[in-house]
């Protein structure tokens, strides 16, 4: 499958007989009459169910008439999925009549056991590794920092997840993971008394930015290279330094901290 | 659970196209009908209770009303007594299958064995006391005839009256949601083969008679060449089948077979095996199992046994699936009386166990067993018991082997060895242990008095051997080729001799060989091979059947520039005389192939019927129709072949000279007919009276033969085939011949190969795929149409062959119809264009129609009509020299000529309907003068394009369905959108219209109207036109519903330009204003609807130094994005643009779960959802961020908190590099979706709150 499946079905049944009633459903008399090859096809699953995917944007609905129809004929239901437009909208039919399910596309077919086509190659598949990021936070000890970060989370921090390092410069954040995610943001908008310095950076520093946090509102952004597009307000200087290095070594953040493995 | 199979599907097995397909679409819409009222809850239900005691009240009732079946209702049955339950809607079978009850009294459904599986009755209630089972009636199944309920008693009421009930099916309506026209087949494409399995055994494939055996090999394993990979079976047509008239293949190797067709035999095959595992396992629980029950077990292990090579999904024998079902059974001793030994190991059925243990032995990989066996290896001995034959009633023989005829090293060299050696008789194939293949002859052992085996075709071979290949007397392999490489040598060698080892006197060697050995003889070594037979007393003499039927193979295998020399001598005073004289049926085939050669090699022309020489033949009442076949020496004229005008054709008097031979006058042996007519006046009395003798005809003139009987029927043929039929003495053979002269499968298998170009000598047919030759001859077929197309538009003819046959029209018709098909199967539509053949044909079809008028099923009429508008474009074509008819097929003069020629038929197409909707019209004494405008209208129009010629076809081809009133209304509402369409709006205009002509189409004029709308619309983009006229086609939206909004000019261009917009979704929550889900989903979609709208109406403003230049773009990847823009500086660099309509919350939400995802923390299902989302931002933002695009956008909404603006910078920086944050003012992106939702009658309040 060489495109992005726009809708799709997921439904029980045999994949040759879903082909062949999905054909009949969908495809008009001009279109068999015009030799047109169906505007789906139909991807069998590790279980009951199956996916029939669309990959032609003019036959965005088609999910819906398949879904009705086939709802009629088997006792589990059928899902219509559609992903033409945001957000996208997955429904159950049932005996022909359609309820709207709150679930993930990808998720439900994954637990129907027939996963989507180009679920599997997502962006962050290629080599190509996200930046990582480290904070120092001013005004907050671990102890409390690990507090608002739980209660944020709602649940037990994950070991390794942050790395909370009192210093003398302040709080220091790391994480195992390489990126301590929003931890900045979030301590900066809990705790209005801290600053926050989020460093994001690449191994050589070559792409290093600083956003300055203070009540959960970015007050500044230094960026190298400068952006001249960032909704942030910039900055030229942190803490009176103007390079990478020296930005890192006045935060007390080590810049090996930023290379990847 | 699956609740039921509906729709058009026989199994998984259907695997067609073209016609077939139309009409099971036309089913599958019926049955629809079925499901949309079923979800209402509207169906209607008859009740019949399937109970001895009750069946008297049921007779009296249906004694007293045939009561009339409403439409599209369900059959409820009770089920008391256990019986076989057969359903029929007119002559087809809606429901079949035995119904009982279990060793648990449960109600048990069973396939009942002449039925597929699918056709089971669905089981709505199995509680004991409560038991029930319902049939639904597809709407319109067997229209107008009887719904017919048939319950045979079955166990202790066995023998007593069966119940029948009977409902009268209500007839088509003239109505547009019954319209019982056939939908336009595909008869411009060249569609694949259609294919079936077998509903009864899954591993037979049923094919188009027409179809050669390479053409077979290319749709069953997508390679022409393996034309020894299948075998034709000697199968009864199953009953009630439709479609092309089929003959029945079994496939050497399944696993070959191109992965849909193995696909469907493995779905076809686990349904029996379903079925079959069931009725074992009953048998085997019942308390009590007679030897013929036993027995009956046994042949069900073979029948299994026999599909050892064919494995499941999972790389599974069938054989060995079944027997997991027997393992259970496998140790237990011989029950029930069955055997007086002890010995377990699958002995528990007895001494009729022996074929089962020998088949695991042999067969089986997973299943072990004792049995020994002992018929030598790797040379069976003689006397070996290789296989059983299975009768139809269930009584078996065994086949044993006689003597080792060859051993060979492959299969295909000991194939070629044993079809070809003289002596006839059963023979097999046997893979030996050592890796040779072995032929043998064989026999059965027959005790005195036993039936013959080979005289019932319909039984069933069981081998015990895997790759057992049968060889049957008399089982020639038409259409073979010769072959190459080594194979050919081995042909060449068989042949040489035999050749060498044939006299005159003894001249047995060639009697046995085939036609790919035979198409191997040189012009010399032809004739050589004619002059041994004729020469000495072959032709008179015990082996006279053998040796006239060596001639019809000789004659069929030949190149087709070989035959006039050849007719020359088989129509030479010596030889005519002896093979007028005989009276061998084999004459038949010869008569047959004389005829196709004839076509393929001669100038034929055929002028009117009604001019041709007509004879009679047949029995008619008290009078037979005989005649006698004199033939003498008359003058003749051969024309110097520059001199010769193929126009004049041939006849006594002037026929073309062959090469060689001088011009002027000749002598040449003519034939007479002399009709001879008895009159049996009275029991033991009768009278001959011979009627004139005809004129000398030219034994390849065409003669037109009225066969008379029971289902009388007209032929076209040679003057020579007639000659050498009408000569049979014996009248039975005459009779039995003349049944069977429209079989020409023979003859279609035989030649087509045959008349290709042949490929380059010494090399193999895939090394020559690069070679010129082969390379012009593929760009050759490539630009081919018609042949194919003709060939299976004349097919679905050919089903219609009986109604046809009831009257003189018909008849006629028919005769030239098979004379189309003759000349087709030699690949040579030049011969047909120029024969006058196809001119007859159309007239034909003409004549038949307006004669036959309403008395014609729509079908035929169809049928027909496809044909001859077919054969008139064709006809046309080349009369506007637009077309070249050439052996290879037509060519065409201009670039474009394929979809000329497609325009050119649906304009034929439109033109026949048109007259036919017109006298229709006229005929019921309406005024037809503005209809006739609106279809001469559409007539110019269809020249313009093919969209317009095939909207001109489906509207007039719909008119003329419909009663005259409603035909008119019809067409004034075509005439209506037709003048209101703007200029620009044409290719929309020729969709539309072609839609409102789809038999589908419930309300055409409710649609037309709409449509006028759209089409008229003066302020609509032409863009937005064409889409929604292409969406309304299909059903994606609803015109009508559209026009009731109130959406703004400005936002319905937009939205309607956009393909991707889910307009069903809309008219669904417009219809559902209380379900809060949907309507909180599709406020979403159309807040992010509006930011797409506010992007591209403020491009300026928000992307200064760009310019919007594409919407909803595919990008490179898999990926659609919503803007494209492109840079104004002098790189005209592209950009994607993707809006999120998300507000702050989503914002926020969807970036926390992402990195809660990222946190490895265990996520919930809206996180799950959330983290899709945000997915596939990043996935849209990759992929238009590739190289050569630029930097890509992305619009929000403006008014986010400051910890939400800080987690998407933060996000974009680390996953998105480089892509820029675009925002929108939130204030206009509210006002414009609410905006939408006032116009889309949407709710504006709901509870919960609004996202």
Same mark, same amino acid.
């Given at each position: 499958?060489?495109?992005?499946?726009?809708?799709?079905?997921?439904?029980?049944?045999?994949?040759?007989?879903?082909?062949?009633?999905?054909?009949?459903?969908?495809?008009?008399?001009?279109?068999?009459?015009?030799?047109?090859?169906?505007?789906?096809?139909?991807?069998?699953?590790?279980?009951?169910?199956?996916?029939?995917?669309?990959?032609?944007?003019?036959?965005?609905?088609?999910?819906?008439?398949?879904?009705?129809?086939?709802?009629?004929?088997?006792?589990?239901?059928?899902?219509?999925? #559609?992903?033409?437009?945001?957000?996208?909208?997955?429904?159950?039919?049932?005996?022909?009549?359609?309820?709207?399910?709150?679930?993930?596309?990808?998720?439900?077919?994954?637990?129907?056991?027939?996963?989507?086509?180009?679920?599997?190659?997502?962006?962050?598949?290629?080599?190509?590794?996200?930046?990582?990021?480290?904070?120092?936070?001013?005004?907050? /000890?671990?102890?409390?920092?690990? /507090?608002?970060?739980?209660?944020?989370?709602?649940?037990?921090?994950?070991?390794?997840?942050?790395?909370?390092?009192?210093?003398?410069?302040?709080? /220091?954040?790391?994480?195992?993971?390489?990126?301590?995610?929003?931890?900045?943001?979030?301590?900066?908008?809990?705790?209005?008394?801290?600053?926050?310095?989020?460093?994001?950076?690449?191994?050589?520093?070559?792409?290093?930015?600083?956003?300055?946090?203070?009540?959960?509102?970015?007050?500044?952004?230094?960026?190298?290279?400068? /952006? #001249?597009?960032?909704?942030?307000?910039?900055?030229?200087?942190?803490?009176?330094?103007?390079?990478? #290095?020296?930005?890192?070594?006045?935060?007390?953040?080590?810049?090996?901290?930023?290379?990847?493995? | 659970?699956?609740?039921?199979?509906?729709?058009?599907?026989?199994?998984?097995?259907?695997?067609?196209?073209?016609?077939?397909?139309?009409?099971?679409?036309?089913?599958?819409?019926?049955?629809?009908?079925?499901?949309?009222?079923?979800?209402?809850?509207?169906?209607?239900?008859?009740?019949?209770?399937?109970?001895?005691?009750?069946?008297?009240?049921?007779?009296?009732?249906?004694?007293?009303?045939?009561?009339?079946?409403?439409?599209?209702?369900?059959?409820?049955?009770?089920?008391?007594?256990?019986?076989?339950?057969?359903?029929?809607?007119?002559?087809?079978?809606?429901?079949?299958?035995?119904?009982?009850?279990?060793?648990?009294?449960?109600?048990?459904?069973?396939?009942?064995?002449?039925?597929?599986?699918?056709?089971?009755?669905?089981?709505?209630?199995?509680?004991?006391?409560?038991?029930?089972?319902?049939?639904?009636?597809?709407?319109?199944?067997?229209?107008?005839?009887?719904?017919?309920?048939?319950?045979?008693?079955?166990?202790?009421?066995?023998?007593?009256?069966?119940?029948? @009930?009977?409902?009268? $099916?209500?007839?088509?309506?003239?109505?547009?949601?019954?319209?019982?026209?056939?939908?336009?087949?595909?008869?411009?494409?060249?569609?694949?083969?259609?294919?079936?399995?077998?509903?009864?055994?899954?591993?037979?494939?049923?094919?188009?008679?027409?179809?050669?055996?390479?053409?077979?090999?290319?749709?069953?394993?997508?390679?022409?060449?393996?034309?020894?990979?299948?075998?034709?079976?000697?199968?009864?047509?199953?009953?009630?089948?439709?479609?092309?008239?089929?003959?029945?293949?079994?496939? @050497?190797?399944?696993?070959?077979?191109?992965?849909?067709?193995?696909?469907?035999?493995?779905?076809?095959?686990?349904?029996?095996?379903?079925?079959?595992?069931?009725?074992?396992?009953?048998?085997?629980?019942?308390?009590?199992?007679?030897?013929?029950?036993?027995?009956?077990?046994?042949?069900?292990?073979?029948?299994?046994?026999?599909?050892?090579?064919?494995?499941?999904?999972?790389?599974?024998?069938?054989?060995?699936?079944?027997?997991?079902?027997?393992?259970?059974?496998?140790?237990?001793?011989?029950?029930?009386?069955?055997?007086?030994? *002890?010995?377990?190991?699958?002995?528990?059925?007895?001494?009729?166990?022996?074929?089962? @243990?020998?088949?695991?032995?042999?067969?089986?990989?997973?299943?072990?067993?004792?049995?020994?066996?002992?018929?030598?290896?790797?040379?069976?001995?003689?006397?070996?018991?290789?296989?059983?034959?299975?009768?139809?009633?269930?009584?078996?023989?065994?086949?044993?082997?006689?003597?080792?005829?060859?051993?060979?090293?492959?299969?295909?060299?000991?194939?070629?060895?044993?079809?070809?050696?003289?002596?006839?008789?059963?023979?097999?194939?046997?893979?030996?242990?050592?890796?040779?293949?072995?032929?043998?002859?064989?026999?059965?052992?027959?005790?005195?008095?036993?039936?013959?085996?080979?005289?019932?075709?319909?039984?069933?071979?069981?081998?015990?051997?895997?790759?057992?290949?049968?060889?049957?007397?008399?089982?020639?392999?038409?259409?073979?080729?010769?072959?190459?490489?080594?194979?050919?040598?081995?042909?060449?060698?068989?042949?040489?001799?035999?050749?060498?080892?044939?006299?005159?006197?003894?001249?047995?060697?060639? $009697?046995?060989?085939?036609?790919?050995?035979?198409?191997?003889?040189?012009?010399?070594? @032809?004739?050589?091979?004619?002059?041994?037979?004729?020469?000495?007393?072959?032709?008179?003499?015990?082996?006279?059947?053998?040796?006239?039927?060596?001639?019809?193979?000789?004659?069929?295998?030949?190149?087709?520039?070989?035959?006039?020399?050849?007719?020359?001598?088989?129509?030479?005073?010596?030889?005519?005389?002896?093979?007028?004289?005989?009276?061998?049926?084999?004459?038949?085939?010869?008569?047959?192939?004389?005829?196709?050669?004839? *076509?393929?090699?001669?100038?034929?022309?055929?002028?009117?019927?009604?001019?041709?020489?007509?004879?009679?033949?047949?029995?008619?009442?008290?009078?037979?129709?005989?005649?006698?076949?004199?033939?003498?020496?008359?003058?003749?004229?051969?024309?110097?072949?520059?001199?010769?005008?193929?126009?004049?054709?041939?006849?006594?008097?002037?026929?073309?000279?062959?090469?060689?031979?001088?011009?002027?006058?000749?002598?040449?042996?003519?034939?007479?007919?002399?009709?001879?007519?008895?009159?049996?006046?009275?029991?033991?009395?009768?009278?001959?009276?011979?009627?004139?003798?005809?004129?000398?005809?030219?034994?390849?003139?065409?003669?037109?033969?009225?066969?008379?009987?029971?289902?009388?029927?007209?032929?076209?043929?040679?003057?020579?085939?007639?000659?050498?039929?009408?000569?049979?003495?014996?009248?039975?053979?005459?009779?039995?011949?003349?049944?069977?002269?429209?079989?020409?499968?023979?003859?279609?298998?035989?030649?087509?190969?045959?008349?290709?170009?042949? $490929?380059?000598?010494?090399?193999?047919?895939?090394?020559?795929?690069?070679?010129?030759?082969?390379?012009?001859?593929?760009?050759?077929?490539?630009?081919?149409?018609?042949?194919?197309?003709?060939?299976?538009?004349?097919?679905?003819?050919?089903?219609?062959?009986?109604?046809?046959?009831?009257?003189?029209?018909?008849?006629?018709?028919?005769?030239?119809?098979?004379?189309?098909?003759?000349?087709?199967?030699?690949?040579?539509?030049?011969?047909?264009?120029?024969?006058?053949?196809?001119?007859?044909?159309?007239?034909?079809?003409?004549?038949?129609?307006?004669?036959?008028?309403?008395?014609?099923?729509?079908?035929?009429?169809?049928?027909?009509?496809?044909?001859?508008?077919?054969?008139?474009?064709?006809?046309?074509?080349?009369?506007?020299?637009?077309?070249?008819?050439?052996?290879?097929?037509?060519?065409?003069?201009?670039?474009?000529?394929?979809?000329?020629?497609?325009?050119?038929?649906?304009?034929?197409?439109?033109?026949?309907?048109?007259?036919?909707?017109?006298?229709?019209?006229?005929?019921?004494?309406?005024?037809?003068?503005?209809?006739?405008?609106?279809?001469?209208?559409?007539?110019?129009?269809?020249?313009?394009?093919?969209?317009?010629?095939?909207?001109?076809?489906?509207?007039?081809?719909?008119?003329?369905?419909?009663?005259?009133?409603?035909?008119?209304?019809?067409?004034?509402?075509?005439?209506?959108?037709?003048?209101?369409?703007?200029?620009?709006?044409?290719?929309?205009?020729?969709?539309?219209?072609?839609?409102?002509?789809?038999?589908?189409?419930?309300?055409?004029?409710?649609?037309?109207?709409?449509?006028?709308?759209?089409?008229?619309?003066?302020?609509?983009?032409?863009?937005?036109?064409?889409?929604?006229?292409?969406?309304?086609?299909?059903?994606?939206?609803?015109?009508?519903?559209?026009?009731?909004?109130?959406?703004?000019?400005?936002?319905?261009?937009?939205?309607?330009?956009?393909?991707?917009?889910?307009?069903?979704?809309?008219?669904?929550?417009?219809?559902?204003?209380?379900?809060?889900?949907?309507?909180?989903?599709?406020?979403?979609?159309?807040?992010?609807?509006?930011?797409?709208?506010?992007?591209?109406?403020?491009?300026?403003?928000?992307?200064?130094?760009?310019?919007?230049?594409?919407?909803?773009?595919?990008?490179?990847?898999?990926?659609?994005?919503?803007?494209? $823009?492109?840079?104004?500086?002098?790189?005209?660099?592209?950009?994607?643009?993707?809006?999120?309509?998300?507000?702050?919350?989503?914002?926020?939400?969807?970036?926390?779960?992402?990195?809660?995802?990222?946190?490895?923390?265990?996520?919930?299902?809206?996180?799950?959802?959330?983290?899709?989302?945000?997915?596939?931002?990043?996935?849209?933002?990759?992929?238009?961020?590739?190289?050569?695009?630029?930097?890509?956008?992305?619009?929000?909404?403006?008014?986010?908190?400051?910890?939400?603006?800080?987690?998407?910078?933060?996000?974009?920086?680390?996953?998105?590099?480089?892509?820029?944050?675009?925002?929108?003012?939130?204030?206009?992106?509210?006002?414009?979706?609410?905006?939408?939702?006032?116009?889309?009658?949407?709710?504006?309040?709901?509870?919960?709150?609004?996202?």
């Amino acid at each position: 499958m060489s495109r992005y499946p726009f809708w799709a079905v997921l439904t029980p049944g045999e994949p040759a007989r879903l082909e062949s009633r999905a054909r009949a459903i969908v495809m008009t008399e001009a279109d068999e009459e015009d030799g047109k090859e169906p505007p789906f096809e139909v991807i069998p699953g590790n279980g009951r169910y199956h996916a029939i995917v669309g990959l032609d944007e003019m036959d965005v609905g088609a999910e819906l008439q398949i879904a009705e129809e086939l709802s009629l004929e088997y006792d589990e239901p059928v899902y219509a999925i #559609e992903r033409a437009k945001d957000p996208w909208l997955v429904m159950s039919f049932r005996n022909g009549l359609g309820e709207v399910e709150e679930v993930g596309p990808e998720a439900l077919a994954k637990s129907l056991g027939c996963p989507l086509p180009g679920s599997e190659e997502t962006s962050d598949s290629p080599a190509r590794k996200p930046l990582r990021k480290a904070a120092l936070v001013e005004g907050v /000890r671990a102890q409390e920092a690990h /507090r608002v970060l739980e209660e944020d989370a709602g649940e037990p921090l994950a070991p390794g997840l942050y790395h909370l390092e009192d210093t003398p410069l302040g709080l /220091r954040i790391s994480s195992e993971t390489g990126d301590i995610g929003f931890a900045d943001i979030t301590l900066s908008e809990r705790l209005p008394h801290a600053t926050a310095y989020g460093v994001i950076a690449s191994p050589s520093l070559d792409m290093f930015f600083v956003n300055v946090l203070r009540g959960g509102e970015c007050i500044g952004q230094f960026a190298q290279p400068p /952006r #001249e597009d960032s909704f942030m307000p910039a900055v030229s200087e942190i803490k009176g330094e103007r390079s990478p #290095e020296r930005i890192l070594a006045a935060l007390g953040i080590p810049a090996e901290w930023f290379l990847n493995e | 659970m699956e609740k039921k199979h509906r729709g058009s599907e026989v199994g998984a097995c259907a695997v067609t196209r073209g016609a077939v397909q139309s009409f099971q679409a036309l089913l599958v819409a019926s049955c629809l009908v079925v499901g949309l009222s079923a979800a209402g809850g509207e169906l209607s239900r008859e009740r019949v209770t399937l109970s001895v005691e009750a069946r008297p009240r049921d007779e009296d009732a249906q004694r007293s009303r045939l009561e009339v079946w409403q439409e599209g209702g369900v059959l409820r049955l009770r089920v008391m007594d256990p019986g076989r339950l057969v359903v029929k809607a007119g002559s087809q079978v809606i429901a079949a299958g035995a119904l009982g009850f279990g060793e648990d009294q449960r109600l048990r459904v069973e396939p009942l064995a002449a039925h597929p599986p699918t056709a089971l009755p669905r089981v709505v209630n199995r509680e004991p006391g409560q038991e029930e089972v319902e049939v639904h009636v597809p709407a319109g199944a067997g229209a107008g005839g009887l719904l017919t309920l048939t319950y045979e008693w079955d166990w202790k009421h066995e023998g007593k009256p069966a119940l029948v @009930r009977t409902w009268l $099916l209500p007839p088509m309506e003239q109505d547009f949601a019954l319209e019982e026209e056939l939908d336009e087949p595909d008869v411009l494409q060249e569609a694949p083969l259609p294919l079936q399995v077998d509903p009864a055994r899954p591993e037979l494939l049923w094919v188009p008679g027409y179809a050669s055996r390479d053409e077979l090999a290319s749709r069953l394993f997508g390679d022409s060449s393996a034309v020894d990979a299948f075998d034709f079976e000697p199968c009864e047509v199953p009953p009630g089948a439709e479609g092309v008239p089929g003959v029945c293949v079994r496939v @050497r190797h399944p696993g070959a077979l191109l992965p849909e067709l193995l696909a469907a035999m493995r779905g076809a095959l686990d349904a029996q095996l379903e079925a079959d595992v069931e009725w074992t396992r009953s048998q085997l629980t019942a308390t009590s199992l007679d030897r013929g029950g036993a027995v009956a077990l046994v042949e069900r292990s073979l029948r299994w046994s026999q599909r050892s090579s064919i494995l499941d999904g999972s790389g599974q024998s069938y054989f060995d699936r079944y027997l997991h079902a027997l393992a259970a059974w496998r140790d237990e001793s011989p029950r029930w009386h069955l055997g007086d030994t *002890l010995v377990q190991d699958w002995h528990f059925l007895g001494e009729a166990s022996e074929p089962l @243990r020998k088949a695991i032995a042999l067969r089986s990989k997973r299943w072990k067993t004792s049995y020994t066996v002992t018929d030598g290896s790797p040379v069976l001995a003689p006397g070996s018991v290789v296989g059983r034959f299975y009768f139809s009633d269930g009584f078996s023989v065994q086949v044993r082997l006689l003597v080792l005829l060859t051993e060979e090293r492959s299969l295909e060299r000991a194939e070629l060895r044993v079809r070809n050696l003289p002596r006839s008789g059963l023979r097999v194939i046997i893979p030996g242990e050592d890796g040779r293949f072995r032929g043998y002859s064989a026999d059965f052992s027959l005790v005195d008095g036993a039936a013959e085996p080979l005289e019932h075709p319909e039984g069933e071979y069981y081998w015990y051997y895997p790759g057992t290949v049968l060889i049957r007397p008399g089982d020639w392999r038409p259409g073979m080729g010769s072959g190459t490489g080594e194979l050919a040598v081995l042909r060449r060698a068989i042949l040489d001799t035999a050749l060498a080892k044939a006299t005159p006197e003894e001249p047995q060697s060639l $009697l046995g060989l085939d036609h790919d050995v035979l198409a191997l003889l040189t012009t010399e070594e @032809r004739m050589s091979v004619f002059d041994t037979l004729l020469a000495g007393p072959a032709l008179t003499s015990g082996m006279k059947e053998d040796a006239v039927h060596l001639l019809g193979r000789v004659v069929l295998s030949m190149p087709v520039d070989e035959f006039p020399a050849l007719e020359r001598e088989l129509t030479s005073g010596g030889v005519l005389e002896k093979l007028l004289g005989g009276n061998e049926p084999g004459k038949v085939l010869l008569g047959q192939a004389f005829t196709q050669k004839a *076509l393929a090699s001669f100038p034929l022309v055929l002028d009117s019927l009604e001019s041709l020489p007509t004879f009679h033949l047949g029995r008619e009442g008290e009078t037979t129709h005989l005649l006698n076949v004199p033939s003498g020496l008359v003058s003749t004229t051969l024309v110097a072949q520059g001199a010769w005008s193929p126009k004049q054709g041939v006849r006594l008097g002037a026929e073309p000279a062959l090469p060689g031979e001088a011009a002027g006058a000749s002598k040449r042996m003519a034939l007479y007919f002399e009709p001879v007519r008895h009159e049996f006046k009275a029991r033991y009395l009768s009278s001959a009276e011979e009627g004139p003798r005809s004129r000398a005809l030219h034994p390849l003139e065409w003669v037109r033969v009225e066969v008379h009987g029971p289902k009388p029927r007209t032929h076209l043929m040679t003057a020579m085939e007639l000659a050498l039929l009408a000569s049979l003495p014996d009248t039975s053979l005459l009779w039995a011949a003349l049944g069977r002269l429209g079989e020409m499968h023979m003859v279609h298998g035989a030649v087509s190969t045959l008349a290709r170009a042949p $490929l380059m000598p010494g090399v193999t047919a895939t090394a020559t795929q690069g070679g010129t030759a082969a390379v012009a001859r593929q760009a050759a077929v490539r630009e081919f149409i018609g042949r194919m197309s003709l060939v299976a538009t004349l097919a679905v003819v050919d089903t219609w062959r009986d109604e046809l046959s009831r009257t003189r029209e018909g008849r006629e018709f028919l005769a030239v119809h098979d004379l189309a098909m003759l000349a087709l199967a030699g690949r040579d539509i030049s011969r047909l264009a120029t024969s006058g053949i196809l001119r007859e044909l159309v007239h034909r079809g003409g004549l038949l129609l307006s004669q036959s008028g309403a008395r014609a099923s729509a079908g035929l009429h169809e049928s027909v009509e496809l044909a001859r508008a077919l054969a008139k474009a064709i006809e046309r074509m080349l009369a506007e020299g637009k077309a070249i008819a050439t052996p290879e097929g037509l060519r065409f003069s201009l670039p474009g000529g394929a979809e000329a020629f497609k325009q050119a038929f649906f304009a034929v197409r439109g033109e026949m309907a048109a007259a036919r909707a017109l006298g229709g019209i006229r005929g019921a004494g309406l005024v037809a003068q503005e209809a006739e405008k609106t279809l001469d209208a559409l007539k110019l129009l269809a020249a313009e394009s093919q969209e317009m010629a095939r909207a001109y076809s489906a509207v007039a081809r719909r008119a003329a369905a419909l009663p005259a009133d409603k035909a008119q209304a019809y067409l004034a509402a075509v005439e209506s959108l037709r003048a209101s369409a703007r200029g620009a709006a044409k290719p929309a205009l020729a969709e539309l219209l072609r839609r409102s002509g789809a038999p589908s189409l419930a309300d055409p004029l409710a649609f037309m109207k709409d449509a006028e709308w759209l089409v008229g619309h003066p302020e609509l983009d032409v863009e937005a036109v064409g889409i929604l006229a292409k969406k309304a086609c299909t059903g994606r939206i609803d015109l009508g519903w559209l026009r009731s909004t109130g959406l703004a000019m400005e936002d319905l261009n937009f939205m309607a330009r956009d393909k991707l917009m889910p307009w069903k979704h809309f008219q669904q929550a417009a219809a559902e204003p209380g379900n809060g889900t949907l309507q909180r989903q599709v406020r979403k979609r159309l807040r992010g609807i509006a930011g797409e709208m506010l992007t591209e109406r403020n491009a300026q403003k928000l992307f200064p130094g760009y310019r919007m230049t594409g919407r909803q773009v595919k990008l490179e990847g898999k990926h659609v994005i919503d803007h494209e $823009l492109t840079s104004m500086d002098g790189l005209r660099i592209q950009h994607g643009v993707e809006v999120k309509g998300w507000n702050d919350n989503k914002w926020r939400q969807a970036l926390d779960a992402w990195r809660a995802k990222q946190g490895a923390t265990k996520l919930d299902k809206e996180q799950e959802t959330r983290v899709e989302h945000i997915q596939h931002l990043l996935d849209q933002l990759a992929d238009a961020a590739k190289a050569p695009r630029g930097k890509p956008f992305l619009v929000s909404t403006g008014k986010l908190s400051g910890p939400t603006r800080a987690k998407l910078s933060d996000f974009l920086l680390k996953n998105a590099p480089g892509t820029q944050l675009i925002q929108l003012e939130e204030a206009q992106m509210l006002e414009k979706t609410k905006q939408l939702r006032a116009a889309l009658k949407l709710p504006e309040d709901l509870s919960g709150g609004a996202p």
